[in-house]
């Protein structure tokens, strides 16, 4: 039985790729009662602060409007999960829209706590009715009918990670010395929690630095080439049902020869200096 990546109820999920359709919909949502279209706002911000800042939805929800300093574009969360504070830095696009907002909820609640009051305007938004409208704007996607399990507002953070990471790799970023920078930035408690391969592993009772292995007689065991073929062979024929450029035979060589050709492109697409 293959261990390495054996699916689990926790599994971080990312959207990547599709969050541009997800938002495009949450901008263009039209409320069916008049009376939540002061809402609409809030979706577009709050689910944006997730996917460009990774918070966490209750982080997003409770945050107050003193913790959310939009002169030097920093967010404050307080008493956060293992009740630890950290500062979030946010971008200037991401800030502006923020300022944006804050004067639009300011002119309908002045002096309000919550930097997204809900409906009743002196409590926080609800997480339960935003998780309800998440699920709602994900099912009016083309991609509702093609994942195995329907994301959640995490999938937005766990979104962030997979896409900072990527970034620093088509930068050349040594993404090993980063990641506690990650880490810190999101409220983990270590970089072991970052690592989110790991949780493959969080049902299986055996001690192994092995990243993917399987089981023989209650030992770990390094993956086997040929496991590693099969596997790929198994997904490339049912990807090839979907994509036809798929190729009739799929090694993991074409993995490693492709990442090397996209970097090559990127370092000769990077600007020359004038000293060569």
Known sequence: ??????????????????????????????????????????YQVLLRLFYCCGLRLSEGCFLRRSCVDLIDGVLHILQSKGNKDRIVFMSRDVCHMCIVFDEYRDGIIPNRQWFFPGGKGDRPFEKTSLDRKFAQFWNKTAFTSRVDRKPTIQSLRHTFVVNKMNEWMEDDVDTGIMMPYLSRYLGHSSIAETQYLSIYHAAVPLKTNLLFFTIIKNSANAMSESNVERFMAKYANEARAQCISVPSKVH???????RATQLLRHQNNKPKSQFG
């Open 1 to 42: 039985m293959i261990h390495g990546l054996r699916y689990h109820r926790n599994a971080p999920h990312s959207i990547t790729g599709t969050t541009a359709e997800l938002l495009s919909i949450v901008d263009t949502y039209a409320p069916p009662q008049l009376s939540f279209a002061r809402l609409v706002p809030t």
């Open 252 to 258: 993991p060589y074409m993995f490693r020869r492709t």
